[in-house]
T-cell receptor, first 112, second 115 residues
Framework: KQEVTQIPAALSVPEGENLVLNCSFT??????LQWFRQDPGKGLTSLLL?????REQTSGRLNASLDKSSGRSTLYIAASQPGDSATYLC???????????FGKGTKLSVKP | NAGVMQNPRHLVRRRGQEARLRCSPM?????VYWYRQLPEEGLKFMVY????????ESGMPKERFSAEFPKEGPSILRIQQVVRGDSAAYFC?????????????FGSGTRLTVV
């Protein structure tokens, strides 16, 4: 049974700092892994999607990596800004049906 | 393309009433997934539907919850005789095809409060 874990549950950093959010999964046979951002009281915004054959994806200041053998993905945020404050979720599909298994998220606070 | 539309954004129901949550997928998407986010919990899968078919309802509570996705119109998640424990944010996502998706698009959610 696939389980997704995100550590830490909360993270507070000063503006400008580079940071890494962690996501681990128990079954390495994944199809892909998706990172989302959720603002308080809002929906989910897709940030990056890494296919199982890829090692990383980049979008602006964000870089996501995937290491299936170790069951880990990381989301790297460069030069953090207060506007990056949100909860970051990772998720991977359950088999071929595609419904996602989510971690509980990391709540990021970037202090000005 | 307005994206995945959910309404209402907020819904308040008294215990015992019915709640109806609507989800209109993105244009061209015929697959809809519903998720529930309980306070301080992660998102949990509830049900996966295609037009006129329930494909996987393994995450749905056995009683009081039902879902449909008719040929015309939005997908509906229906909760009968709501209880306080049903208070949560309900999200739907859509995709253009079955199988490991190329990425989900989520709606903004419906926040249900049972009083």
């Amino acid at each position: 049974k696939q389980e997704v874990t995100q550590i830490p549950a909360a993270l507070s950093v000063p503006e400008g700092e580079n940071l890494v959010l962690n996501c681990s999964f128990t079954d390495s046979a994944i199809y892909n892994l998706q990172w989302f951002r959720q603002d308080p009281g809002k929906g989910l915004t897709s940030l990056l999607l890494i296919q199982s054959s890829q090692r990383e994806q980049t979008s602006g200041r964000l870089n996501a990596s995937l290491d299936k053998s170790s069951g880990r993905s990381t989301l790297y945020i460069a030069a953090s800004q207060p506007g990056d404050s949100a909860t970051y979720l990772c998720a991977t599909p359950r088999g071929s049906q595609g419904n996602l298994i989510f971690g509980k998220g990391t709540k990021l606070s970037v202090k000005p | 393309n307005a994206g995945v539309m959910q309404n209402p954004r907020h819904l308040v129901r008294r215990r015992g009433q019915e709640a109806r949550l609507r989800c209109s997928p993105m244009k061209g998407h015929s697959h809809v997934y519903w998720y529930r986010q309980l306070p301080e919990e992660g998102l949990k899968f509830m049900v996966y539907l295609q037009k006129e078919n329930i494909i996987d309802e393994s995450g749905m509570p056995k009683e009081r919850f039902s879902a449909e996705f008719p040929k015309e119109g939005p997908s509906i998640l229906r909760i009968q005789q709501v209880v306080r424990g049903d208070s949560a944010a309900y999200f739907c996502a859509s995709s253009p095809r079955q199988g490991p998706p190329e990425g989900y698009t989520f709606g903004s959610g419906t926040r249900l409060t049972v009083v």
